[in-house]
């Protein structure tokens, strides 16, 4: 099984551009989640899905969008990418019914760099 | 979102020596978890604790869920190289959300 996969591994963007990380999970988990990682900081929670066609915010969900056509992919959108918005990008899946239970499964982590 | 206090923010330890560390909220937590992270990887769970005053191993790591159930403990006994890295621990974000909040880590490095 490959588990949690992220594309692309790193992207360098300019200011205002927009881009789409992609998130894929071949383990069948209803529960996909977005998190951030800032040098110093821990991971914060962007957008969580419970399942496809259905997706929430998170603490920090300003300046991203995200949809869930699909149990399996879980996109997360920059529309117009900012520089505050360099960061670590991590997806992450759970075969729990939630996302504060169980384990979370994360990706390798896309690395972001707006200029 | 909660957050959590986690120190110490690094350790510096020679191979061998166990290795304490800790984690606090101000509110109180129903879960807590212990992630591991690899440099250039995302985070793997170690260890999760569900019931207050909960004592939980998995191999050379030990992990408490703090009778306040605003604390947590995790120490690793008699360290080796690839216990490097940065360990986090985790709780509910609370708030209505359904995700986790993290510390801000503990960044172990092991002297030969």
């Known amino acids: 099984n490959a588990g949690v996969t992220q594309t692309p591994k790193f992207q360098v963007l300019k200011t205002g551009q927009s881009m789409t990380l992609q998130c894929a999970q071949d383990?069948?988990?209803?529960?996909m989640s977005w998190y951030r990682q800032d040098p110093g900081m821990g991971l914060r929670l962007i957008h969580y899905?419970?399942?496809?066609?259905?997706?929430d915010q998170g603490e920090v969900p300003n300046g991203y969008n995200v949809s869930r056509s699909t149990t399996e992919d879980f996109p997360l959108r920059l529309l117009s990418a900012a520089p505050s918005q360099t960061s670590v990008y991590f997806c992450?899946?759970?075969?729990?019914?939630?996302?504060?239970?169980?384990?979370?499964?994360f990706g390798e982590g896309s690395r972001l760099t707006v200029l | 979102g909660q957050q959590l206090n986690q120190s110490p923010q690094s350790m510096f330890i020679q191979e061998g020596e166990d290795v304490s560390m800790n984690c606090t909220s101000s509110?109180?937590?129903?879960?807590w978890l212990w992630y591991k992270q690899d440099p250039g990887e995302g985070p793997v769970l170690l260890i999760a604790?569900?019931?207050?005053?909960e004592l939980t191993s998995n191999g050379r790591l030990t992990a408490q869920f703090g009778i306040t159930r605003k604390d947590s403990f995790l120490n690793i006994s008699a360290s080796i190289p690839s216990d490097v890295g940065i360990y986090f621990c985790?709780?509910?974000?609370?708030?209505?959300?359904?995700?986790?909040?993290f510390g801000k880590g503990t960044h172990l490095i092991i002297q030969p």
């Open positions: 383990m069948n988990h209803e529960y």
């Open positions: 985790a709780g509910p974000l609370g708030g209505g959300a359904d995700g986790l909040t």
């Open positions: 604790l569900y019931k207050a005053g």
């Open positions: 899905s419970v399942g496809a066609g259905i997706t």
């Open positions: 509110s109180i937590f129903n879960t």
């Open positions: 992450a899946s759970t075969r729990g019914l939630a996302g504060t239970a169980g384990e979370l499964f």
